[in-house]
């Protein structure tokens, strides 16, 4: 998988979550966090302890930062 790339099918969610993959979370092409995600179902991704519905959201895959933000 090639940076950048945007997380769509389950397959991905799973390999992201098994290779421990960085991702961003867009809404509205706006980011709203990042971080690993660590768990998913049909309707939401959960990333870095939030949660956030798979329909309305864009998961991409990206290098890890080399400084840490906290979103609020």
Do not use: C, H
């Not at 509205?28 to 870095?48: H, T």
Request: proline share 3%; aromatic share 16%; net charge negative.
């Amino acid at each position: 998988m090639s940076v950048n790339t945007t997380l769509n099918s389950d397959f991905e969610f799973d390999n992201a979550i098994f290779m421990g993959y960085f991702v961003i979370v867009l809404n509205q092409d706006k980011m709203v966090g990042w971080g690993l995600i660590e768990s998913f179902n049909e309707l939401e991704v959960q990333v870095n302890g939030k949660a956030y519905l798979r329909k309305q959201s864009i998961f991409k895959q990206t290098p890890v930062p080399d400084v840490y933000y906290e979103l609020k």
